[in-house]
């Protein structure tokens, strides 16, 4: 048994961006739509989320034109709420933090997690949301690639520097944080560097806060290009059928 399995979980609220277009994956659709094992991807992450101990609920951002969302099974679900979100994530993101203000206490713990990414393994959220967590926290990735710096000559990427491998982590999500202290530094983030706030952890930087890095699973990679649908589906179907379900 974890740690967070034997002690009780404070209440948190999760947020989850969804208003993208997901133009990367070059499909008729936004990608949180896309099918995967037949249901549409942001199902999959709904259905992986509401399964979270110590959930409060969860506010999905999706775009002002979305038909989609309210025919899933998930939308009637009382757990679950719907804001319109903005241009960028942090807009959508920053949305849902509003909403959240006038429904929850501003300590409360806002984990903020991508529609893309179905695939994260309980076992991290237990310890994002345990007492080994800071109240700053992030799950990522430390890096196992060599990293290398490139500018672009005569239209071809080059090498400027490999860095230090050891000081590098791909940041993932969920990120954690108290629901106010999160949505002022989105805000004056957001004022000062926009194009720097590409993640939560980025506006708590900026803030002067230092995120807790927590290493987390392989399988919570975003999916964003078409080779990650296959990908997470052969991931899916192998849970599946490690929980004794019919594929
Ligand atoms: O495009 P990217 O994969 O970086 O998007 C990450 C997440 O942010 C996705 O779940 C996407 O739907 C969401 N997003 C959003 N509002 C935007 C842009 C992206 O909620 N304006």
């Not at 999760?14 to 949180?32: E, F, I, L, Y």
């Not at 890096?143 to 000559?153: F, G, H, M, Q």
């Not at 990679?221 to 997470?232: C, H, N, R, S």
Request: glycine share 6%.
């Amino acid at each position: 048994m974890t740690a967070v399995n034997a002690r009780a979980v404070e209440p948190y609220w999760v947020v989850v961006p969804a208003a993208g277009s997901g133009k990367r994956m070059g499909a008729d659709k936004p990608k949180q739509y896309l099918p995967l094992l037949g249901k549409p991807l942001i199902v999959h992450t709904l259905q992986n989320i509401l399964s979270w101990p110590g959930l409060a609920g969860i506010v999905v951002a999706i775009a002002a034109d979305d038909s989609e969302f309210k025919a899933l099974p998930q939308a009637a679900d009382p757990r679950i709420h719907t804001v319109i979100g903005g241009a960028e994530r942090a807009d959508s993101v920053l949305a849902a933090l509003e909403y959240l203000s006038n429904r929850a206490v501003p300590e409360t713990s806002v984990l903020v997690h991508d529609a893309a990414r179905p695939l994260v393994a309980k076992g991290d959220i237990e310890k994002l949301i345990g007492p080994e967590s800071a109240a700053i926290a992030l799950l990522a990735q430390p890096a196992s690639d060599t990293v290398k710096r490139a500018t672009t000559e005569h239209g071809v990427a080059v090498v400027t520097e490999t860095l230090p491998r050891d000081q590098i982590w791909l940041a993932q999500t969920p990120q954690k944080a108290p629901l106010q202290l999160l949505k002022d530094s989105l805000q004056s983030g957001l004022r000062e560097n926009p194009t720097a706030i590409t993640d939560e952890a980025s506006a708590l930087e900026l803030a002067g806060y230092r995120p807790q890095l927590m290493a987390a699973c392989r399988t919570n990679f975003k999916i964003t290009q078409p080779a990650d649908l296959l990908l997470a589906e052969a991931l899916l179907q192998q849970q599946r059928t490690q929980q004794g379900e019919p594929s």
